[in-house]
């Protein structure tokens, strides 16, 4: 829409001119409003993006060659395993779920609704935006097909026989670090996005993706796509030069030379 010389956008009836420099994160907050208005995103949730937001700050609001780097790692991953899952929150669908679910019909990998703040009515929702993106099965909603995962407070236990229980790599981005920590001891390989490089989650990752979920998932489409092609030795080599250690040291030097 043109009003003068400005460029606006609309999103739930707040007009954001396009010249202002915080332009994209405006969108991305009315994006997470418009999910909790439709009852998939918590009000934790949008907390938890105030975190996030803070580090994007801090590393440009950009992505870095070493989320880069972690994106192709990722790939590699995914493209090795035999049973991956994308856990999906309410973030995460209010944020991507176009992207969720072109990745997860394209490349075969499944999606599973697993919430710190569960509740039915939220679960429902997540699992309606993930459908209105074309998603044609949506993991974690049915009771019958659903189990514990040990060493978690008993809400945030819950898991999909078919996902991620049974998985051998996890994409859990916008993670828990209780919940990661127990995904790792159960000997998953465990891929996250998180903007904080220090969080638990990050920490203990064992490729973790420091970077906004909306800037990753269309490159992490991109690069699959392009890694498919490639032979398994290729994959395999990328997995044993990437170092998660070194990735988020790179991530967290790059955010403290951005304070001088
Ligand atoms: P941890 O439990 O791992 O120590 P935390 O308690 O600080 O982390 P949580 O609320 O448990 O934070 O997890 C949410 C994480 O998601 C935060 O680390 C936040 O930085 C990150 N985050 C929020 N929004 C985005 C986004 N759009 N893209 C990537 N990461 C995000
Ligand atoms: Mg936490």
């Known amino acids: 829409m043109i009003l003068g010389q400005v460029f606006y956008s609309m999103m739930n009836n707040v007009k954001i001119p396009l010249t202002h420099p915080r332009s994209v994160s405006l969108h991305i907050r009315e994006k997470l409003v418009e999910g909790f208005r439709i009852g998939a995103v918590a009000y934790e949730g949008l907390i938890a993006h105030g975190r996030g937001e ?14 880069l780097d972690a994106i192709r790692a990722a790939a590699c991953q995914l493209l090795l395993a035999r049973h991956p899952i994308i856990s999906v929150n309410g973030n995460v669908a209010a944020l991507c779920s176009d992207d969720l679910v072109k990745l997860s019909k394209t490349f075969g990998i499944p999606l599973e609704v697993n919430l710190f703040y569960r509740t039915d009515k ?15 099965k949506v993991l974690g909603l049915d009771t019958k097909s659903c189990t514990s995962l040990p060493e978690l407070a008993s809400n945030r ?25 127990s995904l790792v001891k159960l000997k998953k390989k465990v891929i996250t996005v998180d903007l904080n490089p ?7 990752s064992h490729i973790s993706i420091i970077d906004n979920i909306v800037r990753v998932m269309p490159l992490l489409n991109q690069i699959l796509f392009d890694f498919q092609k490639r032979k ?29």
Not at 165 to 181: C, I
């Open 198 to 204: 220090l969080s638990r989650t990050a920490q203990t």
């Open 157 to 181: 236990r819950r898991v999909d026989i078919e996902g991620i229980y049974k998985a051998d790599v996890v994409l859990v981005p916008l993670e828990d670090g209780d919940r990661t920590e």
């Open 54 to 67: 803070s580090f994007d700050y801090l590393l440009g609001e950009k992505t870095t060659k070493y989320a």
């Open 122 to 136: 939220r679960e429902k929702a997540i699992s309606k935006m993930l459908k209105k993106s074309g998603a044609e």
């Open 232 to 260: 398994k030795s290729f994959l395999d080599n990328y997995l044993k030069k990437f170092d998660n250690k070194k990735n988020l040291d790179g991530s967290i030097n790059l955010i403290r030379g951005n304070f001088s």
